[in-house]
């Protein structure tokens, strides 16, 4: 996965603001459990690219791994109101669930 990351990252030099590959490092490092370096590319892609719908699922996800529930709890709501602006039922039905869930175990 080491190597993943790497590559991630060279590709990221040559095409910075592409949001594939900022989504996939932050995939990528939550998945090597590097939370922090997680945080912060998810982050990037919710300031400059909030349309990019994967985000608020995996990354509100993180937050409650992390046990920040109030932040979490900010990123399905703000990943919602995006999917409806988008019309994007399939995203915001699966992160409507997903939100549910999580006011279940987080009350």
Sequence with gaps: MKDRIEQLLQFQ???????FLIYALANAYKN???Y??????YELLMMQHKYYVG??????QLKTTLNDFEKAKEIYQKGIIILNELNDAKNLSELQEAYETFKQITN
């Design 55 to 60: 985000t608020y699922l995996h990354y509100a």
């Design 36 to 41: 922090t370096k997680a945080v912060k590319y």
């Design 32 to 34: 090597q459990k590097e």
């Design 13 to 19: 030099k040559e095409t910075p603001d592409d949001p």
